[in-house]
């Protein structure tokens, strides 16, 4: 890893990786009031910062306070860790399966260019599957989970991969809800209000909630959204 260029506040790239689905870039930037920052892209998406997490915890609180015992919990997208951090934070979890597709992400997790990755990822509850979503699933057992949180993207409107659309359509939906128990429930963070996903959260739950948050990123005000659908 590279050192921080203490008297420049222009990002500095860390890590750079590339794969089938493109080219994944971690850089360290300091903001103009000061804290120092790490920062995801993909295929030169802005995906995440270490700046702006609350709606990443959100998406676990949120979750986690839908479900009265979630003690197996399913994590889609590893991302900065923010989220799983969060469900580690509940004693009533038992078990997190996080299910990460980029390779190079759970490394940087693991050995430290993330510096607060190790420690997450070492906790004896995690099992961390490098696999697409959807093919993880669709081998996962019956009513395997109490909560199945998605974040592999930006959510349905902004894309960081097109194959990520049927992520947010009801054939999938029903994968979901097959390996969730009865009470259990899914999580979904969109970067933007997405009104067909909640509709197909709808169709496959029988009901479904949206809640907006607001959050301050880069200086600006932006509203974010999570969608749930409880079994």
């Known amino acids: 890893m590279r050192p921080l260029e203490a008297d420049s506040d222009a990002p500095v790239e860390i890590a750079r990786a590339e794969s089938e689905r493109g080219e994944l870039v971690l850089r360290r930037r300091r903001d103009a009031d000061g804290p120092v920052v790490l920062e995801l892209r993909a295929n030169g998406v802005f995906v995440m910062d270490t700046r702006e997490v609350g709606t990443e915890q959100a998406l ?27 469900v580690l934070a509940d004693a009533r979890v038992e078990e997190v399966a996080v299910v990460e597709v980029e390779p190079a992400l759970v490394g940087w997790m693991r050995d430290g260019t993330v510096p607060h990755g190790p420690v997450a990822l070492a906790d004896k509850r995690v099992r961390v599957i490098e696999a697409d979503i959807a093919v993880a699933l669709a081998e996962a057992g019956d009513a395997r989970f109490d909560l199945v949180l998605l974040d592999v993207d930006n959510g349905p409107g902004h894309l960081v991969h097109d194959e990520n659309a049927t992520l947010y359509h009801e054939p999938f939906l029903h994968t ?20 067909d996903l909640q509709d197909s959260l709808s169709g496959v739950f029988g009901n479904a909630s949206g809640v907006p948050l607001a959050v301050q990123l880069q200086g600006r005000e932006v509203t974010y959204w999570l969608y749930a659908g409880s079994r």
């Open 60 to 86: 676990a609180t949120e979750a986690l306070r839908l479900v009265a015992a979630p003690s197996r919990v399913l994590v889609a997208g590893l991302g900065l860790g923010f989220t799983l951090r969060e």
């Open 176 to 195: 979901v809800r097959r390996v969730l128990r009865p009470g259990g429930a899914i999580v979904v963070w969109s970067s933007a209000a997405s009104p």
